[in-house]
């Protein structure tokens, strides 16, 4: 006997029940109902989309918000780890702690009609990294340590540069010096040289 394709009737419950949802409430969920007990003869699973979205019990659709009520709940362990001190512990320890859990937080939803809970465990979340980040100060620091193995080097630098300045500024002191004195020496002589002879005065005619 050849066996059937569901996949038509499964397509027209589905369109069926949906169409219905808001005018014969009741009715949407018969037809989802019996589109459920199609698939489990069918031995066709159930898409977790599906699952999540119409009651596998009554055949309602979930509205969330109206009437059906969606809840994450923690898992109880993680919340105890939490609240207990931890002492400080090693990297090795560290790095232990750091492993990631093997189950995340539930989802549960609740149908408003028949009170029927679903529950699906989702992923654990993937575990932070974290990066170290090192203080502005510290960096300073590393910086200016850095930099002072060249200071020597340049102080070694500026004294040998006055060193060399010296000579040359005592040898153009020197000049200037010089050229000072025969300058005055200079002046004195046409000072000299221009004064009127002197006219005839007492002791002159005394000695005549």
Request: aromatic content about 4%; proline content about 4%; charged content about 20%.
């Given at each position: 006997m050849a066996t059937v394709d569901p996949s038509p009737a499964?397509?027209?419950?589905?369109?069926?029940?949906?169409?219905?949802?808001?005018?014969?409430?009741?009715?949407?969920?018969?037809?989802?109902?019996?589109?459920?007990?199609?698939?489990?003869?069918?031995?066709?699973?159930l898409p977790e989309v599906h699952r999540q979205h119409v009651c596998?019990?009554?055949?309602?659709?979930l509205a969330f918000g109206e009437d059906s009520s969606l809840t994450f709940k923690r898992d109880k362990k993680v919340l105890a780890?939490?609240?207990q001190p931890t002492p400080p512990a090693s990297k090795v320890e560290k790095g232990k702690r750091r492993e990631p859990r093997s189950s995340g937080p539930t989802?549960?939803?609740?149908?408003?009609?028949?009170?029927?809970?679903?529950?699906?465990k989702l992923p654990a979340p993937?575990?932070?990294?974290?990066r170290t980040v090192k203080p502005a100060h510290k960096i300073f620091k590393?910086?200016?340590?850095?930099?002072?193995?060249?200071?020597?080097?340049?102080?070694?630098?500026?004294?040998?540069?006055?060193?060399?300045q010296k000579p040359t500024s005592n040898a153009n002191s020197k000049k200037r010096a010089k050229s000072r004195k025969a300058g005055l020496q200079a002046l004195l002589e046409q000072?000299?040289?221009s004064r009127p002879s002197p006219g005839l005065s007492l002791a002159d005619f005394m000695s005549k």
């Open positions: 499964l397509k027209f419950l589905t369109d069926a029940g949906h169409l219905l949802a808001l005018t014969a409430p009741e009715t949407s969920a018969y037809i989802l109902r019996q589109r459920n007990d199609l698939m489990f003869e069918h031995e066709i699973a596998t019990a009554c055949g309602h659709i780890r939490k609240k989802k549960r939803i609740e149908c408003g009609h028949c009170s029927s809970q679903i529950e699906i993937a575990p932070i990294a974290r590393a910086a200016a340590l850095g930099a002072t193995p060249s200071l020597p080097k340049a102080s070694g630098s500026l004294e040998a540069t006055t060193s060399s000072s000299k040289n």
